[in-house]
Protein backbone atom coordinates (compact mmCIF):
# COMPACT_ATOMS: atom_id res chain seq x y z
CA UNK A 1 0.00 0.00 0.00
CA UNK A 2 2.71 2.19 0.56
CA UNK A 3 4.05 1.95 -3.07
CA UNK A 4 1.01 2.50 -4.00
CA UNK A 5 0.51 5.66 -2.56
CA UNK A 6 4.02 6.57 -4.08
CA UNK A 7 3.07 5.60 -7.42
CA UNK A 8 0.08 7.98 -6.91
CA UNK A 9 1.87 10.73 -6.07
CA UNK A 10 3.94 10.02 -9.22
CA UNK A 11 1.10 10.09 -11.07
CA UNK A 12 -0.32 13.04 -9.68
CA UNK A 13 1.90 14.73 -12.08
CA UNK A 14 2.12 12.83 -14.82
CA UNK A 15 -1.86 12.09 -15.02
CA UNK A 16 -4.86 14.34 -15.51
CA UNK A 17 -8.06 12.83 -14.40
CA UNK A 18 -10.27 13.47 -17.58
CA UNK A 19 -13.37 13.92 -15.86
CA UNK A 20 -14.92 16.85 -15.16
CA UNK A 21 -16.30 15.87 -12.00
CA UNK A 22 -13.17 14.21 -11.18
CA UNK A 23 -11.34 17.51 -11.22
CA UNK A 24 -13.93 18.96 -9.26
CA UNK A 25 -13.63 16.76 -6.81
CA UNK A 26 -9.54 17.14 -7.13
CA UNK A 27 -10.04 20.90 -6.59
CA UNK A 28 -10.83 20.38 -2.83
CA UNK A 29 -8.36 16.99 -2.67
CA UNK A 30 -5.51 20.16 -3.53
CA UNK A 31 -7.19 22.03 -0.47
CA UNK A 32 -6.06 19.33 1.87
CA UNK A 33 -9.23 19.28 3.29
CA UNK A 34 -9.06 17.45 6.53
CA UNK A 35 -11.78 16.85 9.05
CA UNK A 36 -14.73 14.84 10.36
CA UNK A 37 -16.68 15.35 7.09
CA UNK A 38 -13.95 15.54 4.52
CA UNK A 39 -16.11 13.49 2.48
CA UNK A 40 -18.79 15.84 2.25
CA UNK A 41 -18.66 16.86 -1.78
CA UNK A 42 -19.38 12.76 -2.27
CA UNK A 43 -22.37 11.57 -3.58
CA UNK A 44 -21.56 7.70 -4.74
CA UNK A 45 -22.99 5.34 -6.00
CA UNK A 46 -21.18 1.79 -4.71
CA UNK A 47 -21.07 -1.40 -7.80
CA UNK A 48 -21.67 -3.95 -5.27
CA UNK A 49 -20.86 -6.67 -7.86
CA UNK A 50 -17.44 -8.62 -6.54
CA UNK A 51 -17.51 -6.57 -2.92
CA UNK A 52 -18.46 -9.03 -0.02
CA UNK A 53 -21.50 -7.61 1.66
CA UNK A 54 -19.70 -7.12 4.89
CA UNK A 55 -16.92 -4.86 3.49
CA UNK A 56 -20.05 -3.14 1.52
CA UNK A 57 -21.52 -2.43 4.85
CA UNK A 58 -18.54 -1.15 6.59
CA UNK A 59 -17.30 0.97 2.82
CA UNK A 60 -20.99 2.76 3.20
CA UNK A 61 -20.98 3.00 7.08
CA UNK A 62 -17.84 4.97 7.06
CA UNK A 63 -18.43 7.02 3.70
CA UNK A 64 -21.58 8.52 5.79
CA UNK A 65 -20.00 8.83 8.97
CA UNK A 66 -17.28 11.20 7.35
CA UNK A 67 -19.74 13.08 5.28
CA UNK A 68 -20.35 11.58 1.83
CA UNK A 69 -23.53 10.39 0.69
CA UNK A 70 -24.67 7.35 -0.94
CA UNK A 71 -27.28 6.48 -3.43
CA UNK A 72 -28.29 2.75 -2.67
CA UNK A 73 -29.98 2.62 -5.75
CA UNK A 74 -28.23 3.84 -9.23
CA UNK A 75 -29.74 6.25 -11.21
CA UNK A 76 -27.45 8.19 -14.30
CA UNK A 77 -29.82 11.54 -12.89
CA UNK A 78 -28.43 11.60 -9.43
CA UNK A 79 -25.71 14.04 -10.19
CA UNK A 80 -23.59 11.56 -8.49
CA UNK A 81 -19.82 12.45 -8.21
CA UNK A 82 -18.49 8.79 -8.66
CA UNK A 83 -19.47 5.30 -8.94
CA UNK A 84 -16.91 2.81 -7.02
CA UNK A 85 -16.38 -0.08 -8.08
CA UNK A 86 -14.14 -3.14 -6.62
CA UNK A 87 -10.69 -2.98 -7.70
CA UNK A 88 -10.83 -6.09 -10.45
CA UNK A 89 -13.80 -4.78 -12.66
CA UNK A 90 -13.66 -3.70 -15.85
CA UNK A 91 -15.10 -1.40 -18.21
CA UNK A 92 -16.95 -3.33 -19.84
CA UNK A 93 -18.65 -5.44 -17.31
CA UNK A 94 -19.43 -2.26 -15.62
CA UNK A 95 -21.55 -0.99 -18.92
CA UNK A 96 -23.24 -4.41 -18.37
CA UNK A 97 -24.12 -4.61 -14.70
CA UNK A 98 -25.29 -0.92 -15.17
CA UNK A 99 -26.53 -1.34 -18.64
CA UNK A 100 -25.38 1.85 -19.91
CA UNK A 101 -23.60 2.42 -23.47
CA UNK A 102 -21.47 5.23 -22.29
CA UNK A 103 -20.02 6.10 -19.00
CA UNK A 104 -17.56 8.48 -20.43
CA UNK A 105 -19.14 11.62 -18.63
CA UNK A 106 -18.99 9.67 -15.39
CA UNK A 107 -16.13 9.49 -12.81
CA UNK A 108 -15.67 5.34 -11.97
CA UNK A 109 -13.22 4.61 -9.46
CA UNK A 110 -11.90 1.98 -7.30
CA UNK A 111 -12.83 1.21 -4.19
CA UNK A 112 -9.27 1.00 -2.91
CA UNK A 113 -9.21 5.25 -3.56
CA UNK A 114 -12.10 5.45 -0.98
CA UNK A 115 -9.96 3.54 1.14
CA UNK A 116 -6.89 5.35 0.63
CA UNK A 117 -9.06 8.42 1.91
CA UNK A 118 -10.60 6.68 4.38
CA UNK A 119 -7.31 5.69 5.68
CA UNK A 120 -5.47 9.25 5.41
CA UNK A 121 -8.86 10.90 6.55
CA UNK A 122 -8.83 13.24 3.35
CA UNK A 123 -9.61 13.35 0.02
CA UNK A 124 -7.01 11.89 -1.82
CA UNK A 125 -6.61 12.36 -5.82
CA UNK A 126 -8.74 9.98 -7.52
CA UNK A 127 -6.55 9.92 -10.57
CA UNK A 128 -4.68 6.93 -10.60
CA UNK A 129 -7.48 4.86 -9.16
CA UNK A 130 -10.27 5.89 -12.15
CA UNK A 131 -11.40 4.11 -14.66
CA UNK A 132 -11.06 5.98 -17.82
CA UNK A 133 -12.94 4.49 -21.45
CA UNK A 134 -10.10 5.46 -24.24
CA UNK A 135 -11.88 6.20 -27.65
CA UNK A 136 -10.02 3.54 -29.68
CA UNK A 137 -9.57 0.72 -26.74
CA UNK A 138 -12.61 0.27 -24.52
CA UNK A 139 -10.94 -1.23 -22.12
CA UNK A 140 -7.51 -0.07 -21.53
CA UNK A 141 -6.89 2.07 -18.44
CA UNK A 142 -4.53 5.08 -18.26
CA UNK A 143 -1.23 3.79 -19.39
CA UNK A 144 0.47 4.29 -16.41
CA UNK A 145 -1.72 2.88 -13.79
CA UNK A 146 -2.91 0.15 -16.17
CA UNK A 147 -0.32 -2.49 -14.45
CA UNK A 148 -2.00 -1.68 -11.25
CA UNK A 149 -4.91 -1.82 -11.54
CA UNK A 150 -4.92 -4.97 -14.15
CA UNK A 151 -4.21 -6.83 -11.12
CA UNK A 152 -7.30 -8.96 -10.68
CA UNK A 153 -7.25 -9.59 -7.21
CA UNK A 154 -5.73 -8.39 -3.89
CA UNK A 155 -2.71 -10.58 -3.99
CA UNK A 156 -2.73 -13.91 -1.74
CA UNK A 157 -1.19 -13.99 1.38
CA UNK A 158 2.28 -15.63 1.56
CA UNK A 159 1.17 -18.66 3.22
CA UNK A 160 3.49 -20.47 5.84
CA UNK A 161 3.32 -23.74 5.85
CA UNK A 162 6.83 -24.76 7.38
CA UNK A 163 5.99 -28.11 8.11
CA UNK A 164 4.81 -29.41 4.87
CA UNK A 165 8.57 -28.04 3.63
CA UNK A 166 10.43 -29.59 6.44
CA UNK A 167 13.01 -32.40 5.02
CA UNK A 168 12.83 -35.48 7.29
CA UNK A 169 16.50 -35.78 6.35
CA UNK A 170 17.21 -32.68 8.98
CA UNK A 171 16.55 -34.99 11.75
CA UNK A 172 19.35 -37.55 10.58
CA UNK A 173 21.77 -34.86 10.37
CA UNK A 174 20.48 -33.71 13.67
CA UNK A 175 21.15 -36.94 15.50
CA UNK A 176 24.44 -37.52 13.03
CA UNK A 177 25.62 -34.24 15.09
CA UNK A 178 24.76 -35.23 17.94
CA UNK A 179 26.79 -38.44 18.11
CA UNK A 180 29.43 -36.94 16.72
CA UNK A 181 29.31 -33.66 18.66
CA UNK A 182 31.78 -31.95 16.07
CA UNK A 183 29.52 -28.30 15.03
CA UNK A 184 26.83 -27.04 16.68
CA UNK A 185 23.57 -28.49 14.93
CA UNK A 186 21.78 -26.50 12.99
CA UNK A 187 18.23 -27.06 11.15
CA UNK A 188 17.31 -26.21 7.45
CA UNK A 189 14.36 -24.27 8.16
CA UNK A 190 12.66 -23.58 5.11
CA UNK A 191 12.32 -19.72 4.45
CA UNK A 192 13.28 -18.51 8.28
CA UNK A 193 12.76 -14.77 6.93
CA UNK A 194 9.36 -15.34 6.77
CA UNK A 195 9.62 -15.60 10.41
CA UNK A 196 9.03 -12.96 13.16
CA UNK A 197 11.58 -14.19 14.97
CA UNK A 198 14.25 -14.08 12.21
CA UNK A 199 13.65 -10.25 11.75
CA UNK A 200 14.72 -7.36 13.16
CA UNK A 201 11.59 -4.92 15.27
CA UNK A 202 14.04 -2.56 13.80
CA UNK A 203 13.12 -2.80 10.64
CA UNK A 204 10.71 -0.38 9.36
CA UNK A 205 8.78 -3.78 7.71
CA UNK A 206 8.35 -5.53 10.53
CA UNK A 207 4.62 -5.73 11.46
CA UNK A 208 3.49 -2.52 8.62
CA UNK A 209 0.21 -3.43 10.25
CA UNK A 210 1.43 -2.47 13.77
CA UNK A 211 -1.69 0.37 13.09
CA UNK A 212 -4.19 -2.62 12.90
CA UNK A 213 -2.57 -5.32 15.63
CA UNK A 214 -2.52 -2.50 17.96
CA UNK A 215 -5.82 -2.30 18.39
CA UNK A 216 -6.49 -5.78 18.28
CA UNK A 217 -4.16 -6.19 21.11
CA UNK A 218 -6.54 -3.96 23.05
CA UNK A 219 -9.75 -6.43 22.02
CA UNK A 220 -7.48 -9.07 23.72
CA UNK A 221 -6.87 -7.88 26.77
CA UNK A 222 -10.90 -6.63 27.17
CA UNK A 223 -11.99 -10.01 26.19
CA UNK A 224 -9.02 -11.25 28.78
CA UNK A 225 -10.49 -9.38 31.21
CA UNK A 226 -14.34 -10.41 30.52
CA UNK A 227 -12.91 -13.81 30.72
CA UNK A 228 -13.92 -14.85 27.04
CA UNK A 229 -10.83 -16.62 26.40
CA UNK A 230 -12.03 -18.19 23.05
CA UNK A 231 -12.69 -14.75 21.38
CA UNK A 232 -9.09 -13.45 23.68
CA UNK A 233 -7.35 -16.32 21.69
CA UNK A 234 -9.13 -15.21 18.34
CA UNK A 235 -7.87 -12.05 18.08
CA UNK A 236 -4.56 -13.36 19.41
CA UNK A 237 -4.42 -15.66 16.37
CA UNK A 238 -5.30 -12.91 13.93
CA UNK A 239 -2.85 -10.78 15.53
CA UNK A 240 0.19 -13.63 15.10
CA UNK A 241 -0.57 -13.83 11.41
CA UNK A 242 -0.89 -10.28 10.87
CA UNK A 243 2.77 -9.47 12.05
CA UNK A 244 3.88 -12.24 9.64
CA UNK A 245 2.37 -10.80 6.84
CA UNK A 246 4.69 -8.70 4.33
CA UNK A 247 2.09 -5.92 3.03
CA UNK A 248 -0.04 -3.49 4.18
CA UNK A 249 -3.85 -4.89 4.23
CA UNK A 250 -5.39 -3.30 1.82
CA UNK A 251 -8.51 -5.09 1.15
CA UNK A 252 -11.08 -7.04 3.04
CA UNK A 253 -10.51 -10.13 1.10
CA UNK A 254 -6.83 -9.49 1.54
CA UNK A 255 -7.59 -9.98 5.57
CA UNK A 256 -10.17 -13.02 4.86
CA UNK A 257 -7.38 -14.70 3.27
CA UNK A 258 -5.41 -14.79 5.62
CA UNK A 259 -4.70 -18.36 7.74
CA UNK A 260 -7.33 -17.91 10.57
CA UNK A 261 -9.34 -14.83 9.73
CA UNK A 262 -12.87 -15.37 9.45
CA UNK A 263 -14.90 -12.88 7.95
CA UNK A 264 -15.86 -11.37 11.00
CA UNK A 265 -12.48 -10.57 11.95
CA UNK A 266 -11.95 -9.18 8.74
CA UNK A 267 -14.42 -7.13 9.03
CA UNK A 268 -12.70 -6.06 12.28
CA UNK A 269 -9.12 -5.35 10.67
CA UNK A 270 -11.06 -3.75 7.88
CA UNK A 271 -12.67 -1.60 9.70
CA UNK A 272 -9.54 -0.07 11.26
CA UNK A 273 -7.60 -0.26 8.05
CA UNK A 274 -10.08 2.02 7.15
CA UNK A 275 -10.87 4.14 9.41
CA UNK A 276 -7.96 4.13 11.52
CA UNK A 277 -10.62 3.26 14.28
CA UNK A 278 -12.42 0.32 16.10
CA UNK A 279 -16.01 0.88 17.17
CA UNK A 280 -16.15 -2.58 19.44
CA UNK A 281 -13.30 -1.52 21.00
CA UNK A 282 -14.92 2.39 22.03
CA UNK A 283 -17.86 0.28 22.84
CA UNK A 284 -15.69 -1.78 25.31
CA UNK A 285 -14.43 1.50 26.40
CA UNK A 286 -17.25 3.12 27.15
CA UNK A 287 -18.68 0.40 29.10
CA UNK A 288 -18.56 0.61 32.98
CA UNK A 289 -18.05 -2.75 33.72
CA UNK A 290 -15.19 -3.13 31.54
CA UNK A 291 -13.53 0.24 32.75
CA UNK A 292 -13.74 -1.45 36.57
CA UNK A 293 -13.14 -5.02 35.29
CA UNK A 294 -9.26 -3.40 33.82
CA UNK A 295 -8.60 -1.44 36.76
CA UNK A 296 -9.47 -5.02 39.04
CA UNK A 297 -6.94 -7.00 36.44
CA UNK A 298 -4.52 -4.87 36.92
CA UNK A 299 -3.99 -5.59 40.34
CA UNK A 300 -1.19 -7.76 41.16
CA UNK A 301 -2.16 -11.12 41.86
CA UNK A 302 -5.54 -11.07 40.45
CA UNK A 303 -6.84 -12.27 37.19
CA UNK A 304 -9.90 -11.80 35.02
CA UNK A 305 -11.90 -14.39 37.43
CA UNK A 306 -11.20 -12.27 40.79
CA UNK A 307 -11.81 -9.15 39.19
CA UNK A 308 -15.13 -10.41 37.93
CA UNK A 309 -15.58 -11.71 41.65
CA UNK A 310 -15.02 -8.50 42.70
CA UNK A 311 -17.06 -6.71 40.36
CA UNK A 312 -20.09 -8.99 41.57
CA UNK A 313 -19.40 -8.11 44.96
CA UNK A 314 -20.24 -4.39 44.60
CA UNK A 315 -16.70 -2.88 44.58
CA UNK A 316 -15.76 -0.39 41.59
CA UNK A 317 -12.41 1.20 43.07
CA UNK A 318 -9.47 0.60 44.04
CA UNK A 319 -10.50 2.19 46.98
CA UNK A 320 -13.11 -0.39 47.75
CA UNK A 321 -11.09 -3.44 47.37
CA UNK A 322 -8.76 -2.27 50.37
CA UNK A 323 -11.82 -1.44 52.21
CA UNK A 324 -14.26 -3.95 51.77
CA UNK A 325 -12.57 -7.06 49.82
CA UNK A 326 -11.19 -10.11 51.14
CA UNK A 327 -7.77 -9.66 49.80
CA UNK A 328 -4.84 -12.60 50.40
CA UNK A 329 -1.68 -11.33 50.29
CA UNK A 330 -0.71 -10.67 47.28
CA UNK A 331 -3.49 -8.54 46.25
CA UNK A 332 -2.74 -7.04 49.38
CA UNK A 333 0.46 -5.82 48.57
CA UNK A 334 -1.02 -4.96 44.53
CA UNK A 335 -3.94 -2.78 45.94
CA UNK A 336 -1.17 -0.74 48.23
CA UNK A 337 1.17 -0.47 45.77
CA UNK A 338 -1.19 -0.21 42.84
CA UNK A 339 -0.12 3.30 41.36
CA UNK A 340 3.65 2.49 41.81
CA UNK A 341 3.24 -0.36 39.87
CA UNK A 342 1.25 0.54 37.02
CA UNK A 343 4.15 3.47 36.65
CA UNK A 344 6.75 2.09 34.45
CA UNK A 345 10.16 3.66 35.71
CA UNK A 346 13.08 5.18 33.32
CA UNK A 347 15.88 2.37 32.77
CA UNK A 348 18.10 4.80 34.52
CA UNK A 349 16.19 3.72 37.53
CA UNK A 350 16.38 0.07 36.54
CA UNK A 351 20.17 0.81 35.94
CA UNK A 352 20.55 1.54 39.95
CA UNK A 353 18.74 -1.81 41.02
CA UNK A 354 20.79 -3.72 38.97
CA UNK A 355 23.54 -2.38 40.62
CA UNK A 356 22.31 -2.69 44.51
CA UNK A 357 21.34 -6.71 43.18
CA UNK A 358 24.91 -7.40 41.41
CA UNK A 359 27.08 -5.38 44.44
CA UNK A 360 25.06 -7.60 47.13
CA UNK A 361 25.45 -10.79 44.86
CA UNK A 362 29.29 -10.66 44.11
CA UNK A 363 29.53 -9.97 47.64
CA UNK A 364 28.11 -13.24 48.15
CA UNK A 365 30.01 -15.21 45.39
CA UNK A 366 32.51 -14.10 43.44
CA UNK A 367 32.20 -14.39 39.56
CA UNK A 368 28.57 -14.47 39.82
CA UNK A 369 26.80 -12.75 36.72
CA UNK A 370 23.87 -10.66 37.23
CA UNK A 371 22.07 -9.71 34.49
CA UNK A 372 19.29 -7.65 34.06
CA UNK A 373 16.90 -8.85 31.07
CA UNK A 374 13.13 -8.10 29.95
CA UNK A 375 12.52 -4.36 28.62
CA UNK A 376 15.55 -3.02 29.68
CA UNK A 377 17.74 -5.28 28.00
CA UNK A 378 16.02 -4.79 24.71
CA UNK A 379 16.81 -1.08 25.61
CA UNK A 380 13.59 0.02 26.01
CA UNK A 381 13.28 3.53 27.61
CA UNK A 382 10.97 2.48 30.03
CA UNK A 383 9.96 -0.72 32.22
CA UNK A 384 7.63 -2.33 33.92
CA UNK A 385 9.66 -4.30 36.38
CA UNK A 386 13.19 -5.39 36.76
CA UNK A 387 14.23 -8.69 35.56
CA UNK A 388 17.27 -10.18 36.76
CA UNK A 389 18.90 -13.24 35.63
CA UNK A 390 21.74 -15.24 37.95
CA UNK A 391 24.16 -17.38 37.26
CA UNK A 392 27.96 -18.58 37.67
CA UNK A 393 30.18 -20.02 35.13
CA UNK A 394 31.75 -22.58 37.13
CA UNK A 395 28.09 -24.13 37.33
CA UNK A 396 27.70 -24.99 41.09
CA UNK A 397 27.97 -21.62 42.76
CA UNK A 398 24.69 -20.68 41.98
CA UNK A 399 23.16 -22.98 44.21
CA UNK A 400 24.34 -21.07 47.21
CA UNK A 401 23.26 -17.70 46.23
CA UNK A 402 19.12 -17.71 46.18
CA UNK A 403 18.52 -17.39 50.07
CA UNK A 404 21.40 -15.72 50.77
CA UNK A 405 21.35 -13.15 48.43
CA UNK A 406 17.23 -11.95 49.08
CA UNK A 407 18.31 -12.44 52.52
CA UNK A 408 20.97 -9.57 52.04
CA UNK A 409 19.32 -7.37 50.05
CA UNK A 410 15.91 -7.88 52.58
CA UNK A 411 18.41 -7.14 55.73
CA UNK A 412 19.16 -3.40 54.11
CA UNK A 413 15.61 -2.81 53.52
CA UNK A 414 15.76 -3.03 49.72
CA UNK A 415 13.39 -5.67 49.38
CA UNK A 416 10.36 -4.51 50.55
CA UNK A 417 7.67 -7.30 50.36
CA UNK A 418 7.22 -10.61 48.89
CA UNK A 419 4.80 -11.70 46.14
CA UNK A 420 6.73 -15.27 45.49
CA UNK A 421 9.06 -15.84 47.74
CA UNK A 422 10.77 -19.12 46.22
CA UNK A 423 9.18 -21.04 42.68
CA UNK A 424 11.02 -23.93 41.71
CA UNK A 425 10.96 -24.61 38.62
CA UNK A 426 13.34 -27.77 37.31
CA UNK A 427 17.39 -26.18 38.43
CA UNK A 428 15.87 -22.66 38.60
CA UNK A 429 14.84 -20.55 41.28
CA UNK A 430 12.40 -17.40 41.02
CA UNK A 431 11.99 -14.79 43.76
CA UNK A 432 8.94 -12.51 42.79
CA UNK A 433 8.90 -9.34 44.87
CA UNK A 434 8.94 -5.79 45.59
CA UNK A 435 11.74 -3.05 45.80
CA UNK A 436 12.63 0.56 46.58
CA UNK A 437 16.17 2.36 46.04
CA UNK A 438 17.41 4.15 49.06
CA UNK A 439 16.51 7.85 49.28
CA UNK A 440 13.56 10.35 49.45
CA UNK A 441 10.61 10.01 46.70
CA UNK A 442 11.59 6.63 45.17
CA UNK A 443 8.75 4.48 44.03
CA UNK A 444 8.57 0.83 45.34
CA UNK A 445 8.93 -1.16 41.68
CA UNK A 446 8.25 -5.19 40.61
CA UNK A 447 11.74 -7.15 40.74
CA UNK A 448 11.83 -10.62 39.73
CA UNK A 449 15.42 -12.52 40.95
CA UNK A 450 15.75 -15.96 39.12
CA UNK A 451 18.83 -17.79 40.07
CA UNK A 452 19.88 -20.26 36.90
CA UNK A 453 22.26 -23.25 36.68
CA UNK A 454 25.02 -22.11 34.24
CA UNK A 455 24.26 -25.28 31.44
CA UNK A 456 20.83 -23.32 31.20
CA UNK A 457 22.30 -19.91 31.03
CA UNK A 458 21.38 -19.24 27.40
CA UNK A 459 18.18 -20.41 26.73
CA UNK A 460 17.10 -18.74 30.01
CA UNK A 461 18.58 -15.45 28.43
CA UNK A 462 16.70 -15.94 25.81
CA UNK A 463 13.61 -16.19 27.28
CA UNK A 464 13.97 -13.60 29.75
CA UNK A 465 15.07 -11.07 27.14
CA UNK A 466 12.11 -11.57 25.25
CA UNK A 467 9.63 -9.81 24.12
CA UNK A 468 7.04 -12.42 24.95
CA UNK A 469 5.62 -12.20 21.19
CA UNK A 470 9.42 -12.91 20.09
CA UNK A 471 9.53 -15.91 22.50
CA UNK A 472 6.17 -17.04 21.13
CA UNK A 473 7.33 -16.80 17.58
CA UNK A 474 10.56 -18.97 18.47
CA UNK A 475 8.67 -22.03 20.28
CA UNK A 476 5.96 -21.77 17.34
CA UNK A 477 9.20 -22.08 14.99
CA UNK A 478 10.21 -24.92 16.87
CA UNK A 479 6.88 -26.88 17.48
CA UNK A 480 7.25 -26.80 13.84
CA UNK A 481 10.43 -29.00 14.24
CA UNK A 482 9.35 -31.30 16.87
CA UNK A 483 11.37 -29.16 19.16
CA UNK A 484 10.91 -27.06 21.97
CA UNK A 485 11.84 -24.12 23.98
CA UNK A 486 11.65 -22.74 27.15
CA UNK A 487 13.69 -21.31 30.07
CA UNK A 488 15.42 -24.34 30.49
CA UNK A 489 16.37 -26.10 27.32
CA UNK A 490 16.34 -26.28 23.27
CA UNK A 491 14.96 -29.69 22.96
CA UNK A 492 14.63 -32.17 19.87
CA UNK A 493 12.42 -34.88 19.01
CA UNK A 494 9.53 -33.72 21.41
CA UNK A 495 6.16 -36.03 19.87
CA UNK A 496 3.21 -34.14 20.83
CA UNK A 497 0.02 -35.08 20.66
CA UNK A 498 -2.58 -32.48 20.35
CA UNK A 499 -0.88 -29.73 23.07
CA UNK A 500 0.51 -32.85 24.84
CA UNK A 501 3.74 -33.75 24.69
CA UNK A 502 4.17 -37.65 24.63
CA UNK A 503 8.23 -38.11 24.17
CA UNK A 504 10.03 -34.92 26.24
CA UNK A 505 12.78 -34.76 23.63
CA UNK A 506 16.26 -34.81 24.15
CA UNK A 507 18.35 -31.76 25.33
CA UNK A 508 20.45 -30.06 22.39
CA UNK A 509 23.24 -28.41 24.33
CA UNK A 510 22.91 -24.07 24.07
CA UNK A 511 25.65 -22.57 26.55
CA UNK A 512 24.85 -19.37 25.08
CA UNK A 513 21.94 -17.31 23.46
CA UNK A 514 23.97 -17.37 19.90
CA UNK A 515 23.98 -20.96 20.15
CA UNK A 516 20.26 -21.04 20.95
CA UNK A 517 19.86 -18.90 17.59
CA UNK A 518 22.48 -20.69 15.53
CA UNK A 519 20.89 -24.18 16.15
CA UNK A 520 17.56 -23.07 15.24
CA UNK A 521 19.04 -21.18 11.95
CA UNK A 522 17.64 -17.90 12.99
CA UNK A 523 20.35 -14.83 12.56
CA UNK A 524 21.72 -13.91 16.02
CA UNK A 525 19.42 -10.47 16.59
CA UNK A 526 20.69 -8.55 19.69
CA UNK A 527 18.27 -7.67 22.32
CA UNK A 528 17.08 -4.25 21.11
CA UNK A 529 16.11 -6.15 17.70
CA UNK A 530 13.85 -8.95 19.88
CA UNK A 531 11.47 -5.65 20.50
CA UNK A 532 8.32 -7.49 18.73
N1 LIG B 1 3.89 -14.47 28.99
C1 LIG B 1 5.20 -14.22 29.02
C2 LIG B 1 5.72 -13.36 29.97
C3 LIG B 1 7.08 -13.11 29.96
N2 LIG B 1 7.88 -13.70 29.05
C4 LIG B 1 9.31 -13.40 29.00
C5 LIG B 1 9.59 -12.38 27.94
C6 LIG B 1 9.65 -11.10 28.67
O1 LIG B 1 10.40 -10.12 28.00
C7 LIG B 1 10.30 -11.54 29.97
C8 LIG B 1 10.03 -10.60 31.11
O2 LIG B 1 8.64 -10.47 31.31
P1 LIG B 1 8.00 -9.07 31.64
O3 LIG B 1 6.56 -9.31 31.89
O4 LIG B 1 8.77 -8.40 32.71
O5 LIG B 1 8.08 -8.28 30.24
P2 LIG B 1 9.11 -7.18 29.72
O6 LIG B 1 10.30 -7.05 30.60
O7 LIG B 1 9.38 -7.54 28.30
O8 LIG B 1 8.27 -5.83 29.70
P3 LIG B 1 7.99 -4.84 30.94
O9 LIG B 1 8.77 -3.60 30.68
O10 LIG B 1 6.53 -4.57 30.89
O11 LIG B 1 8.40 -5.52 32.20
O12 LIG B 1 9.76 -12.83 30.21
C9 LIG B 1 7.33 -14.55 28.11
O13 LIG B 1 8.06 -15.07 27.27
N3 LIG B 1 6.00 -14.81 28.11
MN1 LIG C 1 10.14 -6.81 32.68
Redesign the pocket.
Known amino acids: MATKRKRSSQSDRDNNCSKKKCSEIDQSCSDDLKSHDFLSTLNVYILPAGIQKARLSVLKAQIMRFGGNIQEVFDPGQNLSHVIVEDSMDLPRIKRILKLDNISDMCIVKTSWISLCLRNKKMEKCDEYSLVEKLDDKQTFPSSTAESFNKKAPEPSTKIDVASDYESSDEDELHGDIAGNKKIMQLKFPQPEKWICAQSSKNPKANVNKYITDKLEEMVKAYESTNDKWRALGYQKAIGTLRKHPKEISSWEEAKSLPGIGARLADKIWEIAQSGELRKLKEFESSEELQVLKLFTNVWGAGPHTAQLWYQQGFRTIADLQQKANLNHQQKVGVRLYDDFLN ?1 MPREEVAEIETMVKDAAESIQLGIIAQT ?4 R ?1 G ?1 P ?4 V ?1 ILITHPDGKSHRNVFHKLLAKLKENGFLTDDLVSAEETGNQKKYMGVCKLPGENRKHRRI ?1 IIVVPFNEYGCALV ?6 HF ?2 SLRHLCKKQNMSLNEHALKYGVVRKGAEKIHEGTIIPTPTEESVFKTLNVPFRPPEERDH
Open positions: RCGSYRKTCGDDDYFTGSANR
